[in-house]
């Protein structure tokens, strides 16, 4: 028995090839897009912030806001693939996140043009850290994937949120708020 466990050890110590964004497995460019925000960090946060600002706000607002991002996301992926040498660091994802989860946190409900105006660039922040598209097959899917991706994202973490609010109240949305603030700070000093 001592030996299968110092077998298991040393088998479980043993380095392997460690491939980013190959979680999955090679799925195909529609399927890579589609998980894009839950393997990429920075897209995560982006459209977590963007998420939770929408939760948080009247759904008056947010049936203005969450269509306009989609659209938001959808014109820079496009665009990406025209100039795809255009990225942002993470530090400034970081600072765009902290700012839109401190909107979140404060909680009163603002004007729809610049709820939509902050939904739209946390997005397209979003869209834009992402890998550019080619005018391909495969790109072209990949896109699709993408913005959907996107979209759902958006609308399950709004959905989340929002119910939490429901059964707990709005300090929930409150406390997730300061913990993607706490987040975005801490992504904001990584180098790079």
Known sequence: MRRCVLA?????LVPQVALAHDAFGDLGPFY???????????QTLLLAAVALLLARQPLAGVRVAYPAAVLAAALVIALHGVWPEVSISIRLGALVALALAALALWGRALPRGLLAGLAMAGAALAALSGDAVSATREGLLGALGSVLGIAAFVLLGWGVVDLAQARLGRVAGAVAAAWLIAIGGMAAVLPG
């Open 8 to 12: 298991a050890a040393a088998l479980a």
């Open 32 to 42: 890579a897009g589609l998980l894009h925000p839950v393997m990429a960090p920075l």
